[in-house]
């Protein structure tokens, strides 16, 4: 079964640490990979997808293929980052998969 | 960004009875939407695809009796419990996307806390 994993439920870093959440997904060809946030009652929202290569609100994504991994990572984290972050792929039948979510808290 | 607004936000019903959430994109078509479940403290459970004019495609293991899903126009799709029972408590996502690949972007209703007593 194609799966995505997030081995965090919690990550606790202090402001102006690097913080790196972890995803890794079951092989599968050429799996498109997204990075969801969902701050704390807001709606959940896309942040990043691999394919755009690009940066929000200083977070970045990389394809490791060899790993299988698709790990989010900031280099300074900043309170307003304390949130859920979910890894998601679609899979190869196009369905739609979601990690369990890592919870983020980024403490002064 | 595009904006999906569900209602209602909460919802706490009789056992037996049958709740309807709807689905609203408020300012694009959207040609499909997604259901989902979310149980405490896991993830968000794909339940269904729905695009607009056709049958809506279930995940294996979800009954389609059990959870109707209309997809009438290119702006709303529902999603009716029927016949709740206390482990259909659970908070209901919607999202809606458009174009080529549908999925690969989404955005997200502020989701539905069903409560079956």
């Known amino acids: 079964a194609q799966r995505v994993t997030q081995p965090e439920k919690l990550l606790s870093v202090f402001k102006g640490a690097p913080v790196e959440l972890k995803c890794n997904y079951s092989?599968?060809?050429?799996?498109?990979l997204f990075w969801y946030v969902q701050y704390s009652r807001q709606r959940l929202q896309l942040l990043l997808r691999?394919?755009s290569r690009e940066s929000i609100k200083g977070f970045t994504a990389d394809l490791n293929k060899g790993e299988t991994s698709f790990h989010l990572k900031k280099p300074f984290a900043q309170e307003e980052d304390s949130a859920m972050y979910y890894c998601?792929?679609?899979?190869?039948?196009?369905?739609?998969?979601f990690g369990k979510g890592t919870k983020l808290s980024v403490k002064p | 960004g595009a904006v999906v607004s569900q209602h209602p936000s909460r919802v706490i019903c009789k056992s037996g009875t049958s709740v309807k959430i709807e689905c609203r994109s408020l300012?694009?078509?959207?040609?499909?939407m997604f259901w989902y479940r979310q149980f405490p403290k896991q993830s968000l459970m794909l339940m269904a695809t729905?695009?607009?004019?056709?049958?809506?495609?279930?995940e294996q293991g979800v009954e389609k009796d059990k959870f109707l899903i209309n997809h009438a126009s290119l702006t709303l799709s529902t999603l009716t419990v029927t016949s709740a029972h206390p482990e259909d408590s659970s908070f209901y996502i919607c999202?809606?996307?458009?174009?080529?690949?549908?999925?690969?972007?989404?955005?997200f209703g502020q989701g539905t806390r069903l409560t079956v007593v």
């Open positions: 999202s809606a996307s458009w174009g080529a690949h549908p999925g690969t972007e989404a955005f």
């Open positions: 092989y599968s060809g050429s799996p498109e």
């Open positions: 691999h394919i």
């Open positions: 998601r792929r679609r899979g190869s039948q196009g369905n739609l998969i």
């Open positions: 300012d694009f078509q959207a040609t499909t």
């Open positions: 729905s695009n607009e004019g056709s049958k809506a495609t279930y």
